[in-house]
């Protein structure tokens, strides 16, 4: 069991420092979303290393989000805020390739990630797996509302995270099924075809303003 370094003022203070408040992310601020995927591990009843990775899940930047609030070669300073359990969930989600996470999902153990920087693996075991995929849940769930995604992605995210059941807590379970209702596939291609008519227009309409 790690020991916590600092108190949750000291967290928040130490993203502040390292100028997560300023930076650019859909959720508004950086701070704001990594905020946000804290509170909804903690309303799940996550254990308080999985609540302390959320608020810090990516300072070393991630496979989707390269920008690094803090040098992944710093990361002793995280262990001080956040301690070391938390701390190693915070840089395998940073370090892994999502797609070799997800593959876990159709087989049975050993489990293992791929390194998206040396391309090596990485075992994981049961309960890094549950912590990684509950922490993704929440990384997406967090940012949905103030995303403009398509609803074949949606439904793509809800099949994936429906096969993930068995790993989540009861409540993110509730709120997954809640956000990511199960949609006609008639309705899913209307919206793709919406889409696709979007963009088409937004060309023509670029090409006779520049003409």
Same mark, same amino acid.
């Given at each position: %069991?790690?020991?916590?370094?600092?108190?949750?003022?000291?967290? =928040?203070?130490?993203?502040?420092? &390292?100028?997560?408040?300023?930076?650019?992310?859909?959720?508004?601020?950086? %701070?704001?979303?990594?905020?946000?995927?804290?509170?909804? =591990?903690?309303?799940?009843?996550?254990?308080?290393?999985?609540?302390? +990775?959320?608020?810090?899940?990516?300072? *070393?930047?991630? $496979?989707?989000?390269?920008?690094?609030?803090?040098?992944?070669?710093?990361? $002793?300073?995280?262990?001080?805020?956040?301690?070391?359990?938390?701390?190693?969930?915070?840089?395998?989600?940073?370090?892994?390739?999502?797609?070799?996470? *997800?593959?876990?999902? &159709?087989?049975?153990?050993? *489990?293992?990630?791929?390194?998206?920087?040396?391309?090596?693996?990485?075992?994981?075991?049961?309960?890094?797996?549950?912590?990684?995929?509950?922490?993704?849940? &929440?990384?997406?769930?967090?940012?949905?509302?103030?995303?403009?995604?398509?609803?074949?992605?949606?439904?793509?995210?809800?099949?994936?995270?429906?096969?993930?059941?068995? =790993?989540?807590? +009861?409540?993110?379970?509730?709120?997954?099924?809640?956000? *990511?209702?199960?949609?006609?596939?008639?309705?899913?291609? +209307?919206?793709?075809?919406?889409?696709?008519?979007?963009? =088409?227009?937004?060309?023509?309409?670029?090409?006779?303003?520049? &003409?």
């Amino acid at each position: %069991m790690s020991v916590r370094r600092t108190s949750p003022e000291g967290e =928040l203070a130490f993203l502040a420092a &390292a100028g997560a408040a300023e930076t650019a992310h859909p959720s508004g601020t950086l %701070m704001a979303h990594l905020r946000g995927t804290r509170d909804l =591990l903690a309303r799940w009843g996550c254990a308080s290393p999985l609540c302390a +990775a959320g608020l810090y899940h990516s300072v *070393y930047g991630t $496979e989707a989000f390269r920008t690094a609030t803090v040098a992944p070669d710093e990361r $002793e300073r995280i262990r001080e805020q956040i301690g070391a359990e938390a701390e190693h969930l915070v840089h395998l989600y940073g370090v892994i390739v999502r797609r070799s996470l *997800y593959a876990n999902l &159709a087989r049975q153990a050993p *489990y293992h990630a791929v390194d998206r920087v040396t391309g090596e693996r990485i075992a994981l075991d049961v309960g890094e797996l549950r912590d990684l995929v509950t922490l993704d849940l &929440a990384n997406r769930l967090e940012q949905l509302p103030r995303i403009d995604m398509s609803l074949w992605r949606i439904e793509a995210d809800r099949r994936l995270y429906a096969t993930a059941a068995h =790993l989540l807590p +009861a409540a993110a379970v509730a709120d997954m099924q809640r956000i *990511y209702p199960r949609r006609s596939p008639l309705v899913v291609v +209307a919206d793709g075809l919406f889409r696709l008519a979007r963009r =088409l227009f937004g060309r023509g309409t670029a090409r006779l303003a520049r &003409a």
